[in-house]
């Protein structure tokens, strides 16, 4: 299957620890998305990569959480000093196009 | 900013259709989307339309598009139980360079037996 990939799919850390996913994204698909959802809400945009530029940043991307795609394919986004209010499910999508493919999170629970 | 509101459950018998109804308020929105989440799931892409159309039809799937009053629907045409999940509408907009997608909180479909 060459959906886009994420890891881990669990991540249970403690307050304050740091943490680090990873998105492979649908090769050749130049866009990519980071979004977080949190139970009973929709997806929010997080922030946003044209190959390796990072283009666009949410006011909700605090200055805790930092995102690289370094050589324009995969990304990681990493959270320091994690809070209880970070616990969501965290979604990365791409896209060459208009349709944009998700792929199945990291739901990060911090105790 | 865009906001885009669904009712929250939709109840439907095995076998009839379901109407899930979306509005947005950006008039600019250029493509409009329906996803599916099911538990512990991420969002599959059903279909999606951009704002010159009205209408697009994909096997079971309809999406109808009132550009005038801002309101998306989605039917499905004989609902099964596989088809019970959250239903999210997503507009994408122009405005802030990200071309993102703005969600909706997602309607829950409830097949009933």
């Known amino acids: 299957d060459t959906g886009v990939s994420q890891d881990p799919r669990h991540k249970i850390t403690k307050r304050g620890q740091n943490v680090t996913f990873r998105c492979d994204p649908i090769?050749?698909?130049?866009?990519l998305y980071w979004y977080r959802q949190t139970l009973g809400q929709g997806p929010e945009f997080l922030t946003y990569?044209?190959?390796?530029?990072?283009?666009?940043k949410s006011r909700l991307l605090s200055d805790r959480f930092s995102a690289e795609r370094p050589k324009g394919s995969f990304s990681t986004l990493e959270i320091q000093r994690t809070e209880q209010g970070d616990s969501a499910m965290y979604l990365c999508?791409?896209?060459?196009?208009?349709?944009?493919?998700f792929g199945n999170g990291t739901r990060l629970t911090v105790t | 900013g865009e906001d885009v509101e669904q009712s929250l459950f939709l109840s439907v018998r095995e076998g009839d259709s379901s109407v899930i109804n979306c509005t947005y308020t950006d008039s600019s929105s250029t493509y409009l989307y329906w996803y599916k989440q099911e538990p512990g799931a991420g969002l599959q892409l059903l279909t999606y339309i951009f704002s010159n159309m009205d209408m697009k039809q994909d096997q079971r799937l309809t999406v109808l598009l009132n550009k005038k009053d801002k309101h998306l629907s989605l039917r499905i045409a004989d609902t099964q139980t596989g088809d019970s999940a959250i239903y999210f509408c997503?507009?994408?907009?122009?405005?802030?360079?990200?071309?993102?997608?703005?969600f909706g909180k997602g309607t829950h479909l409830i097949i009933q037996p």
């Open positions: 997503a507009a994408m907009y122009s405005g802030g360079g990200a071309d993102g997608l703005t």
């Open positions: 090769s050749e698909h130049n866009r």
């Open positions: 990569f044209q190959n390796e530029a990072q283009l666009e």
């Open positions: 999508a791409s896209t060459q196009g208009r349709a944009l493919h």
